[in-house]
C-alpha cells in the first residue's frame, strides 16, 4: 500500500501491573529496552553522540534463514519515556514515541505511536 498512502500511522497501548517508575527506568535505558525486541541483536551508541544509535536486527527469512539490517535512529529522550526517530532503507523514515500513562484505576499504561514515511 505504499504506492498510495506514503505515510502510515500505528498505535499500540499495553496495560501493565508495574509503577510508573519501573517503566520509565526501562524505557530510559535503550540498550536494555530495545534488547527486549526479538530480532535486534545489537545496539552500538555513536561515540560522539550517545542519542545516535546504529541498530542491527537479524530477520527471519522462510524460516531458518536470517539475514542482517543495520539502521540508525536518533533518541530523545522524554519525562515518560522516549522518541525514537529512524531512518531506514528503501527511502522510509519512521518516528516512533514510546510513552507511560499512569490511568485513574493504579494500572500503567505503555503507549506507542509510531508513523512511517515513503519519502
Given at each position: ?12 497501548a ?22 527486549l525486541h ?19 536486527e ?10 542482517k ?13 522516549f522518541?525514537?526517530n ?34
Amino acid at each position: 500500500m505504499w504506492l498510495f498512502f506514503p505515510t502510515e500511522r500505528i498505535s499500540f497501548a499495553k496495560m501493565i501491573d508495574a509503577s510508573p517508575e519501573a517503566v520509565i527506568a526501562i524505557l530510559h535505558d535503550l540498550d536494555v529496552f530495545l534488547r527486549l525486541h526479538p530480532f535486534i541483536v545489537a545496539v552500538t551508541p555513536h561515540a560522539s553522540n550517545p542519542s545516535q544509535l546504529t541498530i542491527t536486527e537479524a530477520l527471519p527469512i522462510l524460516g531458518c534463514f536470517k539475514v542482517k539490517t543495520t539502521f540508525q535512529t536518533t533518541v530523545e529522550i522524554q519525562a515518560d519515556g522516549f522518541i525514537s526517530n529512524v531512518v531506514a532503507s528503501a527511502k522510509t523514515k519512521q518516528t516512533t514515541h514510546y510513552s507511560v500513562r499512569e490511568r485513574h484505576d493504579n494500572k500503567i499504561e505503555v503507549i506507542e505511536h509510531a508513523t512511517a514515511t515513503r519519502r
